[in-house]
């Protein structure tokens, strides 16, 4: 199974002659030669204050899409070099820290008990109380944050397949496969409970499962693949998704954006929509990010545009939070930004200190307080009073 990273995704599409790789090839190189450094940025007066509760460096840098897990006023952590750890929700204080043999791929799922990793050899790796429980060699790559739900850790695979463990003794349990395209975006897909159904990413399909035999209880496409070549046909789903009561919204890369009644597996709107992010919902109200930087806002119920905006156009985009008092997301350069949920006005930012951006979307804690990972592999809380 080949995989494809998001940021080789636009040299690739140049290729074959496509004006959004073209579009995509700008942003990365104008990234890179630092066009968008925090030198040039204009001073804006505050609209909304923006506090740092607090700041945790961690041992290493993190150099893959982390998940930040929030269980039990914890949060669980893991840097690229091994390193995992469980932070205190209130002040950043470590409560337990542990080293595990190899490079991390993907984490960390966290339920309050045990955290899950996946390193760069295929190990699923699971730990409790700094130590680990058990390891499972796994058939294929994966690059997201293990589900660790119901006394089981869930993984969602490279080659499109689902596998669940026993949590306390890594057994394996059942594994659900749906074939595909021979290309597999390299980025954190879909994977997460809802109620008493697991919900995954197969493909361009939102997928409901049974979490206890895997048996696949509903399928809802949000977009079909098209093009003559593998890479055309990509559409994969990615997270960060959103969720408001019974339905969740998602992303099929570079294709459309869509949300379903996840309790009755039942599609309700989709839309053209061509990023590569994840997206955030609160109330009725869906914001996703385009490859562009544009910022777009929908209406969940039927998919109506509400708002969009154009100002962040020059910048590559994290995933979006919609918070009680406005819209969190950060660039890649390291600025924090905080948008009106009206219309996407910037109300505040503050600068990070780190010019390598970001590793993880912001993550909430509650409807004030958000915490993001750093590349460097710092974790920051912020506070919207």
């Avoid at 109620?195 to 079909?224: C, F, M, Q, S, V």
């Avoid at 994840?278 to 998919?303: K, M, P, T």
């Avoid at 100002?311 to 009680?324: C, D, E, G, R, V």
């Avoid at 909430?364 to 958000?370: F, V």
Wanted: charged share 15%.
């Amino acid at each position: 199974m080949n995989t494809l990273n998001k940021f080789t995704y636009s040299s690739l599409r140049k290729a074959i002659g496509s004006p959004i790789a073209v579009l995509s090839v700008f942003i990365t190189c104008l990234l890179a030669l630092g066009a968008c450094s925090s030198n040039k940025v204009k001073p804006l007066q505050p609209q909304q204050d923006i506090k740092v509760v607090w700041s945790t460096e961690l041992d290493g840098e993190i150099n893959y899409p982390a998940t930040l897990s929030i269980v039990n006023d914890q949060i669980a952590t893991a840097t690229s070099t091994g390193s995992v750890a469980l932070l205190n929700v209130k002040n950043g204080s470590i409560a337990w820290k542990t080293k595990i043999k190899g490079l991390i791929n993907a984490g960390a799922g966290f339920d309050g008990t045990r955290v899950a990793v996946v390193t760069q050899d295929n190990d699923l790796v699971v730990i409790e109380n700094g130590k680990v429980l058990w390891q499972q060699n796994l058939s294929a790559q994966s690059f997201t944050a293990p589900v660790v739900a119901g006394l089981r850790v869930f993984v969602l695979l490279a080659d499109r397949s689902v596998v669940a463990f026993d949590g306390a003794s890594g057994k394996k349990l059942w594994t659900q496969q749906r074939t595909g395209d021979a290309l597999v975006l390299k980025q954190a897909g879909v994977l997460a409970p809802f109620h008493n159904t697991l919900i995954a990413g197969l493909g361009a399909r939102l997928t409901g499962l049974d979490p206890l035999t895997g048996k696949i209880l509903w399928e809802a496409p949000l977009a079909n693949p098209r093009g003559i070549n593998d890479l055309e046909r990509l559409v994969d789903l990615v997270g960060p998704l959103g969720r408001v009561g019974d339905v969740v919204c998602t992303r099929a890369f570079q294709a459309q954006i869509g949300c379903v009644d996840a309790e009755l597996g039942k599609l309700i709107w989709t839309r053209p929509s061509f990023g590569e992010e994840g997206l955030s919902v609160e109330g009725n109200q869906l914001v996703s990010i385009e490859s562009n930087g544009q910022i777009l806002s929908w209406s969940v119920n039927n998919g109506d545009r509400l708002w969009d905006r154009d100002a962040f156009k020059s910048h590559h985009l994290t995933a979006p939070l919609i918070m009680s008092k406005g819209i969190f997301l950060g660039d890649a350069v390291g600025w924090v930004y905080l948008l009106s949920k009206k219309d996407g006005a910037v109300l505040n930012r503050l600068p990070i200190g780190s010019s390598r951006g970001f590793a993880s979307a912001p993550t909430a804690i509650d409807d004030e307080h958000m915490v993001i990972a750093t590349k460097n592999g710092v974790v920051n809380q912020y506070y919207t009073p």
